[in-house]
């Protein structure tokens, strides 16, 4: 693994997928599949943008996961059912509940219309202080951060610059790659 | 600052300490709560009978205006005007199902309060808890008035105005304001105002929340402020009645109760009221122009005023009546509000089961029909038709169900059986079915006929100003 080194694994961040600051939900997708088109196609796809504040800085991370959220309807009574799982529900309970609820709601077509006008800032997650890795860490330690914080990506710094990202999918690839040449 | 205010502080913390995961300051809930100036002003009191095991230890504490029956030990707790009943506690040589566990009592259970202040709180029936069952223990707990801590061991925990928990054992928890809750074991949770929980786990599971802008008007409870709203109105302006009852040392027995029925000399009874056999009224409950059927029974903090109890009515602690007709076999829980109007009265159908933490309150007739389970808020007949269910086609439930703001997950069966059977024991226990031919089927409406009560005091001035000198008292 000695050999493998971050900045080789990481996707510069000129290359990955960014909008600043007050784009919309939609915004940013134009912006994931431009990057992917830019990108090499036969790598991983990019799967999250990232949010710049007019400094440049990385301020947040719009992922998959957080798109999917942006649809799920938020009011009273989808809030209280989460709140009500304290008491015991089981998961059955609470998914028939949402469904039921649901079938009153809205269909799929305008709820993605609505998420479409979501500010990036209101969906996206502000990078935690363990996902920053400095680009001269041992890929040893960017295993270990990626696996103890459940991370699907790292923020590569130099000094105090963003350089790029360390995806799970690259450095999962080099782990791979490692085995075989291992002969297992 | 003396003894009672450093008491006080180290309760606090005690509690913070415990409740520090979920951020909570009890301090400025309850710091003007207990009114320290006036825990000289009260003396405490015990109940003697020939019936109930007596050994009563008092060390550090202040007791102003609390009554004790039974085996129970306070020690570093204030205790204001409240009472402790230990009348069910288990003895030496029952035996206790619990599960597949049978599992016999090794000595006598006593009540243990340790390091904990209560506000006009109920402390009653057993440790259901099969870790402790010779130890009703409550420690690092604070609760504020008209809470009842009902078989429930407690362990850093605060309880709200109005709130109930029932044969749960409950460490590091929240309990909101007018929230019922009876889970078999509780940890590190914050129960939202407002919330009646029934859960029964792999049987059933029962949850009622209520709008929190209705509720309010009935009661409200911010840190900083005495609560507020309806109930506590309704309890204010009655206090009166209880003032007089407390003050007097001898109260002259009313005539017409029958011998198998217990009326409590600290209950108060205005006319007219009429008293059927087996019947148990219990202190600082309130009857006015109300007649109480064979059987039926009114337990603390109850007010039964302007109504009629056909009979075998299950009144639990802190229910209140006003204006209605309550068929047979009715069972009200615990903190219930039912009010009616002079021109306006409310009709309870026999055999019908009012959850604990029920708020009827309308303008217009209302007949809840014989045989329904009722639950939440409701003001008119379109609540009771959101509110209400036929308990025959709740016994139909197998899955979940779930109507307005009510969520029930399980057997509907097994809930209605449950309850049923914890009606049915409540009433034997009070000595609803009582025979006075073979003398059968004792409960707490004859034992307790056989009462003397004995007044203690605290130091009236001093360092230990309120606080009460240690006291041992056994047979």
């Known amino acids: 693994m000695d050999t493998y080194l971050i900045k080789d694994l990481m996707v510069p961040i000129s290359e990955y997928a960014t909008v600043s600051e007050g784009a919309t939900l939609f915004e940013a997708y134009l912006a994931l599949e431009k990057a992917q088109e830019e990108y090499d196609h036969n790598k991983y796809r990019h799967r999250a943008v990232l949010v710049l504040d007019k400094n440049q800085t990385v301020i947040g991370k719009v992922g998959q996961l ?38 009153q709601e809205e269909p799929l077509t305008d709820i993605c219309r609505k998420a479409g006008q979501i500010k ?27 696996a103890s914080g459940a991370h699907m990506s790292l ?6 610059q963003i350089v790029g990202i360390l995806r799970l999918t690259d450095v999962f690839a080099a782990i791979f790659h490692t085995m075989k040449e291992c002969k297992l | 600052m003396n003894a009672l205010e450093k008491l006080f502080i180290r309760i606090v913390q005690r509690v913070n300490i415990n409740l520090r995961e979920q951020k909570f300051d009890a301090k400025p809930y309850v710091w003007d709560l207990i009114p320290k100036e006036q825990m000289t002003k009260f003396y405490a009191f015990y109940g003697i009978s020939p019936d109930h095991p007596l050994n009563l230890q008092f060390k550090h504490s202040g007791l102003a205006g609390s009554y004790f029956l039974g085996k129970i030990q306070v020690s570093n707790s204030l205790l204001y005007k409240t009472d402790v009943r230990g009348d069910e506690l288990k003895k030496k040589g029952d035996r206790f199902q619990f599960g597949q566990f049978d599992i016999p009592v090794s000595r006598d259970e006593e009540i243990v309060i340790e390091d904990s202040a209560f506000v006009k709180t109920l402390v009653h029936n057993y440790s259901h808890d099969p870790e402790t ?62 919330t009646v929980w029934v859960n029964s786990p792999r049987s059933f599971n029962f949850l009622y929340r209520f709008p929190l802008e209705k509720l309010k008007k009935y009661i409200h409870f911010v840190a900083g402020k005495q609560p507020e709203g309806i109930l506590m109105d309704f309890m204010e302006s009655r206090k009166q009645d209880f003032q007089r009852v407390f003050d007097v040392v001898n109260i002259d027995p009313l005539p017409d109760i029958p011998a198998t029925a217990s009326l409590d000399r600290y209950a108060v009874v205005n006319p007219v009221v009429e008293i059927g056999e087996n019947v148990l009224v219990s202190q600082r409950a309130y009857l006015e122009n109300a007649v109480l059927g064979k059987g039926a029974n009114a337990q603390e903090n109850c007010f039964i ?25 009715v069972f009200v829980g615990f903190n219930s509000f039912l009010r009616g109007q002079a021109d306006s009265r409310l009709t309870i159908g026999s055999e019908c089961i009012v959850m604990p933490h029920t708020i009827i309150d309308i303008t217009a007739p209302l007949t809840v029909p014989p045989g329904h389970l009722v639950w939440g808020m409701i003001q008119n007949k379109s609540d009771l038709e959101t509110n209400s269910m036929p308990l025959s086609e709740l016994a139909t439930i197998r899955t979940s169900f779930s109507r307005g703001s009510m969520f029930f997950e399980g057997s509907g069966a097994e809930f209605v059986s449950a309850f049923k059977g914890r009606i049915h024991h409540i009433l034997e226990a009070n000595g609803a079915f009582y025979n006075e031919d073979d003398n059968t089927g004792q409960g707490h409406a004859q034992r307790n006929q056989n009462m003397g009560f004995n007044t203690i005091q605290p130091y009236p001035r001093g360092d230990h100003e309120g606080l009460f000198p240690t006291i041992v008292i056994q047979p």
């Open chain 2, 305 to 329: 005023i302007n109504s009629w109890l056909e009979g075998n009515n299950v009144t639990a602690h802190g229910a209140k009546i006003i204006e209605a007709d309550m068929g047979a076999d």
């Open chain 1, 66 to 103: 957080d798109v999917l959220r942006a649809l799920e309807p938020k009011n009273e009574q989808f809030e209280l059912f989460e709140d009500i799982r304290k008491y015991k529900f089981s998961n059955q309970f609470i998914i028939r509940l949402r469904e039921a609820y649901r079938m």
């Open chain 1, 155 to 160: 923020l590569v710094k130099k000094a105090e």
């Open chain 2, 133 to 194: 069952l010779e130890k009703f223990f409550i420690k690092d707990t604070l609760s504020v008035h008209y809470a009842n801590i009902h078989g429930s061991p407690s362990d850093g925990c605060f309880l709200g105005p109005f709130a109930t928990v029932d044969l749960t054992t409950m460490r590091d928890c929240i309990i909101g304001t007018f929230s019922y809750v009876q889970a078999g074991e509780i940890s590190h949770l914050n129960v939202d105002p407002g």
């Open chain 1, 120 to 146: 990036v800032e209101d969906m996206m997650k502000a990078p935690a202080e363990d996902e920053f890795i400095d680009i001269n860490t041992s890929l040893n330690t960017a295993i270990h951060q990626l």
